[in-house]
T-cell receptor, first 114, second 109 residues
Framework: IAGITQAPTSQILAAGRRMTLRCTQD?????MYWYRQDLGLGLRLIHY???????GKGEVPDGYSVSRANTDDFPLTLASAVPSQTSVYFC?????????????FGPGTRLTVL | GQNIDQPTEMTATEGAIVQINCTYQ??????LFWYQQHAGEAPTFLSY??LDGLEEKGRFSSFLSRSKGYSYLLLKELQMKDSASYLC??????????WGAGTKLIIKP
């Protein structure tokens, strides 16, 4: 693994179905983030984790849940998908606590909910 | 509320210079970032400013004025590969990034 991987690359999902988006990193970064990106809007933070074992809510957390059992993995779950969750989802990592704390992004998952 | 404003789209000519502006109103300020995002790809880090002034990195420079809530990204000697969206983001008092909607830059030969 080099950097950040996300799976699946894209998915079409029926409304009401449960879906987990996977994110794995090998950068040993403490912080991980989930964003959604919609046309005409900036990236919006869904959930974040500053370190393994802790999670927090971002700007748009409703309908999503996360877990952080270890440093490398940060899955995002949609319990019951709705069409408004159609979006491109990016996972990102950061060093947390540093002056720059630059965030590095995975390749994204394009999700369509019908 | 928190707000990041940047132009939706700009057009420039190959070899020229372009300046992309970003104004912000956020609860607290702990640095401003510029990212580049090619269509269908992930954002990639370009620059970081936390103090007033100009930071230069090759063909790209970024300027910050905290008192004016203003930044710009300057791209020199434009190349076709610079066609992309440029995202401005501010780290607020909670150390979360607040993102602008991005500026789509179109480069013409």
């Amino acid at each position: 693994i080099a950097g950040i991987t996300q799976a699946p690359t894209s998915q079409i999902l029926a409304a009401g179905r449960r879906m987990t988006l996977r994110c794995t990193q090998d950068m040993r970064h403490n912080a991980m983030y989930w964003y959604r990106q919609d046309l005409g809007l900036g990236l919006r933070l869904i959930h974040y984790s500053n370190t393994a074992g802790t999670t927090g809510k971002g700007e748009v957390p409703d309908g999503y849940s996360v877990s952080r059992a270890n440093t490398d993995d940060f899955p995002l779950t949609l319990a019951s998908a709705v069409p408004s969750q159609t979006s491109v989802y990016f996972c990102a990592t950061g060093t947390s606590g540093g002056d720059t704390d630059t965030q590095y992004f995975g390749p994204g998952t394009r999700l369509t909910v019908l | 509320g928190q707000n990041i404003d940047q132009p939706t789209e700009m057009t420039a000519t190959e070899g020229a210079i372009v300046q992309i502006n970003c104004t912000y109103q956020t609860s607290g300020f702990n640095g401003l970032f510029w990212y580049q995002q090619h269509a269908g790809e992930a954002p990639t880090f370009l620059s970081y400013n936390v103090l007033d002034g100009l930071e230069e990195k090759g063909r790209f420079s970024s300027f910050l004025s905290r008192s004016k809530g203003y930044s710009y990204l300057l791209l020199k000697e434009l190349q076709m590969k610079d066609s992309a969206s440029y995202l401005c983001a501010v780290r607020d008092s909670n150390y979360q990034l607040i993102w602008g909607a991005g500026t789509k830059l179109i480069i013409k030969p």
